[in-house]
């Protein structure tokens, strides 16, 4: 088979998405597919006639995730043509050679259904869910809205606008970007003195934030796979909260699969995934992730529509545990995507 693994983009969870792309296409390959891995902004300038027989290592200097955000605007001034146009040079015409694109975007212009809607306009096969299903998912706020409809517990909490007023004293409360991912400008705020920097460092990643309540407990998530939830994972970070850092870093948390939670509430947060599942529409996979508190109280926090798949991962652990090995994985999730268009 054909496939492009399309990765990179231009939101702080590049770095991300490079790595997720990497895996991905090696695992491709390793079982014997005709593979090409694109930097979805930065395209490829060379020949395109008989592009996937190319004796290349595409994967050749992508690099790893470094602790801190990559500098976009570097990435921008890499871009030999209009650094505006969001597909770098190439890209489109490769995508359509090729018989399934498997999208390893995370963020804002990736996983938020717009790289999505411009595939289907091109009439080229993608991976994973669909563009709506992708921008429902995306903006928490709207996540919050159906969550409360279907009566999906997850933390109280407000929709701010860049330069909105608002009314908020429940500390301490966590601050993040309404569009964002990867715990990319997420603040916990313990007192009001702290809010201002904590909205002006989440508005620094998009026009819109979301405020709400402070969960303290442990942390977990859970992988959908055509609907079915896989075993329940547990993540622990050795210090603070799950952020980008913890995420990333590998040796930064502890993460146990199958969790060690009883039968009952793991049976219960596998429902509630699935109910998350067909509550944002959500076509092929998904994870969702949840915090649960002192008291056994659940709250599910938010769907990602194309979860991470590099070494420290968490869908690929998941599956693991029911005998799905990473490349199997890849295979499996390309196998149930093209079902979108028979």
């Given at each position: 088979m054909k496939i492009v693994v399309l990765a990179g983009g231009t939101s702080p969870e590049r770095d991300v998405s490079l790595s997720t792309g990497t895996?991905?296409?090696?695992a491709l390959k390793s079982k014997g597919h005709q593979v090409l891995l694109l930097d979805v902004y930065l395209g490829y300038e060379g020949d395109i006639i008989d592009i996937f027989n190319k004796e290349k290592d595409w994967a050749q200097g992508i690099g790893t995730i470094r602790e801190d955000n990559p500098?976009?605007?570097?990435?921008?001034?890499?871009?030999?043509?209009?650094?505006?146009?969001?597909?770098?040079?190439g890209v489109i015409d490769i995508c359509d050679k090729a018989d399934i694109v498997f999208l390893a975007l995370h963020g804002t212009n990736g996983e938020d259904g717009k790289v999505q809607a411009a595939l289907d306009l091109m009439g080229i096969k993608y991976t994973g869910t669909d563009y709506a299903s992708s921008s429902l998912a995306m903006d928490k706020s709207v996540t919050k809205?159906?969550?409360?409809?279907?009566?999906?517990?997850?933390p109280e909490g407000i929709h701010v606008r860049k330069g909105e007023t608002y009314s908020w004293d429940r500390y301490p409360?966590?601050?993040?970007?309404?569009?964002?991912?990867?715990?990319?400008?997420?603040?916990?705020?313990?007192?009001p003195n702290e809010m201002d920097a904590a909205i002006?460092?989440?508005?620094?990643?998009?026009?819109?934030?979301i405020i709400e309540q402070y969960i303290k407990g442990r942390e977990f998530a859970v992988?959908?796979?055509?609907?079915?939830?896989?075993?329940?994972?547990e993540i622990a970070p050795l210090t603070g909260f799950y952020d980008y850092k913890n995420k990333y870093q590998a040796g930064n948390a502890i993460e146990t699969c199958p969790a060690?939670?009883?039968?009952?509430?793991?049976a219960k947060m596998q429902e509630i995934a699935e109910k998350v599942f067909h509550a944002l529409r959500l076509k092929t996979y998904a994870r969702m992730d949840f915090l649960l508190n002192d008291k056994n109280?659940?709250?599910?926090?938010?769907?990602?529509?194309l979860p991470g798949m590099t070494p420290t991962s968490l869908l690929p652990q998941e599956a693991k545990a029911v005998g799905i090995d990473f490349t199997d994985l890849c295979e499996l999730i390309i196998e149930i995507s093209l079902e979108k268009y028979k």
């Open positions: 895996m991905i296409y090696k500098d976009i605007e570097h990435i921008r001034a890499l871009r030999k043509d209009n650094p505006n146009h969001f597909f770098g040079p809205e159906l969550f409360a409809y279907y009566n999906i517990p997850t409360c966590v601050v993040k970007v309404n569009n964002g991912g990867s715990s990319v400008g997420v603040s916990v705020v313990n007192t002006k460092n989440a508005l620094s990643y998009g026009d819109e934030v992988g959908v796979i055509s609907g079915k939830a896989l075993p329940v994972i060690d939670l009883s039968p009952t509430l793991t109280e659940l709250y599910c926090l938010e769907a990602n529509t």
